[in-house]
């Protein structure tokens, strides 16, 4: 399985971006899927999570009512909408995935994602 995040850049406080990630190889293997970030000099954070192919998103509290996960199932991807950006959002974004589902307690556990994808740098000015 590869992961391959896309759709970072600069954008202004306020502003909106998207991010994709593309699943490819065995897609087939990855029935749930994050997104991390990583701000620099601090720890990996968890962002929210989407299972494939159906279920709710889930987010956490620093990004839930800004943020929005969706699939397509159809491209094998999934998306990260960033509305309302802010400068604490500043951080490299990964997506990461795994086979199975994960009971929300360990959601933000990422050591337990099997996958992952390279990152892309979110920049947002303030």
């Known amino acids: 399985v590869q992961l391959q995040a896309s759709g970072g850049g600069l954008v202004q406080a306020g502003g909106s971006l998207r991010l994709s990630c593309l699943v490819s190889?065995?897609?087939?293997?990855?029935?749930?899927l994050a997104w991390f970030r990583q701000a620099s000099g601090k720890e990996l954070e968890f962002v929210g999570s989407?299972?494939?192919?159906?279920?709710?998103?889930y987010y956490a509290n620093s990004v839930k009512g800004r943020f929005t996960i969706s699939r397509d199932n159809a491209k094998d991807t999934v998306y990260l909408q960033m509305n309302d950006l802010k400068p604490d959002d500043t951080a490299i974004y990964f997506c990461?995935?795994?086979?199975?589902?994960?009971?929300?307690?360990?959601?933000?556990?990422?050591?337990?994602?099997?996958?992952w994808g390279q990152g892309t740098l979110v920049t947002v000015s303030s």
């Open positions: 990461a995935a795994r086979m199975n589902r994960l009971v929300l307690s360990a959601q933000g556990n990422p050591g337990l994602y099997e996958w």
């Open positions: 190889g065995r897609q087939f293997n990855v029935n749930f």
């Open positions: 989407i299972i494939r192919p159906t279920g709710s998103p």
